[in-house]
């Protein structure tokens, strides 16, 4: 049974940072490209970022250059390094596993105050 579970949100000011950790379990880890996927309150579950297996990365136009995703694959974890947040990126962010289907953690929610 395939578990995620994320961590790391907060409330935040507009320019902070804040780390997202998100721990799989349940799959062989380094098989799978995984992905965060943010959703603001009336609006529909976006892609933020993802990446592959081979570690390529990719991104939504809207964080890119401001949020970096990575991976550890000995502790089954994927990241998301956000930076100059803004008010904007305020949503509950998950992750998934890119190849499995409606499963989704419980997620973290993330607030920026302008």
């Known amino acids: 049974q395939v578990q995620l579970v994320e961590s790391g949100g907060g409330l935040v000011q507009a320019g902070g940072s804040l780390r997202l950790s998100c721990a799989a379990s349940g799959i062989t880890f380094s098989s799978y490209a995984m992905g965060w996927y943010r959703q603001a309150p009336g609006k529909q579950r976006e892609m933020v970022a993802t990446?592959?297996?081979?570690?390529?990365?990719n991104y939504a136009g809207s964080v890119k250059g401001r949020f970096t995703i990575s991976r550890d694959n000995n502790k089954n974890t994927v990241y998301l390094q956000m930076n100059s947040l803004k008010p904007e990126d305020t949503a509950v962010y998950y992750c998934k596993v890119i190849a499995i289907m409606n499963v989704w953690g419980q997620g973290t929610q993330v607030t920026v105050s302008s």
């Open positions: 990446i592959t297996r081979g570690d390529i990365t």
